[in-house]
């Protein structure tokens, strides 16, 4: 069911010299982003609620070469990412590249979602987004301009049944990208989001039924996940110079879950 070999890569120095900040980059897509921006050549600085995580990964990148350091950082708390931008501004002085990944769902429709679940879904899939990019924004203007890659989903463009909390933060994701793009042209910064399809994630195994996997693979039409590199190659893209003329849109990586 899962395809366990790595999409092909071209791995080069696309963001040598380059100082970047993954949140939710202990696991899941969060890692593999941190793992490819390294790859490319960038520092990076990982953050994830669980510290331990984001140290393990961090030893895989050091293992392979790379230039990082890991913080244990709750994106949910305002002084907690505030902090983490002071350390980043501290130990570099600017940055160029942030990109946010760390999420929290109730699966539930609107009428089961208690206000509580409601308002933690949002604090960390779409108010830790706002957050990164208000504490991020100066020390990227600062480097001169930089680039912001927020990840959101398919489920911010087509409707998943009980997951209200889940897709209106991941639209609001959209829409930031968005306002952020606009408002910030002229300092040089660029901001996009990546609308993932079913990626092979801790995530999505913890909750991968029979019934729910059948329904997932009618929904990609390579015939099988994506993996967390897949969403790194456009990551790279949009975190580099490459994509310099692309601000303010949505990637869909879905293998076409949205035309279906």
């Known amino acids: 069911m899962y395809n366990e070999e790595a999409v092909t890569k071209v791995v080069g120095n696309r963001l040598a010299n380059k100082i970047s900040v993954v949140t939710g980059a202990?696991?899941?897509?969060?890692a593999g982003i941190a793992r490819r921006f390294a790859e490319?050549?960038?520092?990076?600085?990982?953050?994830?609620?669980?510290?331990?995580?984001?140290?393990a990964v961090g030893r895989d990148i050091a293992a392979a070469g790379g230039s990082c350091e890991a913080y244990g950082t709750d994106v949910s708390s305002e002084s907690e990412i505030a902090e983490l931008f002071r350390q980043v501004?501290?130990?570099h002085g600017r940055m160029h590249i942030l990109s946010t990944n760390a999420y929290w769902a109730a699966a539930k429709n609107a009428e089961f979602t208690t206000l509580e679940e409601w308002n933690r879904c949002m604090a960390v899939t779409l108010t830790a987004p706002f957050l990164c990019s208000k504490h991020a924004i100066p020390?990227?203007?600062?480097?001169?301009?930089?680039s912001i890659v927020h990840t959101s989903s398919v489920g911010a463009i087509v409707a998943f049944r009980d997951n209200a909390s889940y897709m209106t933060a991941k639209a609001g994701i959209v829409q930031?990208?968005?306002s952020i793009a606009v408002d910030f042209a002229a300092d040089g910064i660029r901001c996009n989001a990546i609308c993932p399809g079913i990626i092979?994630?801790?995530?999505?195994?913890?909750?991968?039924?029979?019934?729910?996997?059948?329904?997932r693979m009618s929904?990609?039409?390579?015939?099988?996940y994506g993996t967390p590199d897949d969403i790194a190659s456009a990551a790279v893209f949009l975190a580099g110079d490459e994509s310099g003329f692309v601000t303010g849109t949505s990637m869909?990586?879905?293998?076409g879950w949205s035309i279906i």
């Open 26 to 30: 202990g696991s899941g897509i969060g």
């Open 40 to 55: 490319e050549g960038a520092f990076v600085v990982l953050a994830d609620l669980n510290e331990e995580a984001a140290h």
């Open 89 to 91: 501004e501290k130990r």
């Open 139 to 146: 020390l990227l203007r600062k480097a001169g301009g930089g």
């Open 176 to 178: 930031l990208c968005k």
């Open 200 to 215: 092979d994630t801790p995530s999505t195994r913890a909750d991968d039924t029979e019934e729910l996997r059948q329904l």
């Open 219 to 224: 929904k990609t039409l390579a015939g099988r």
């Open 252 to 255: 869909l990586v879905d293998s």
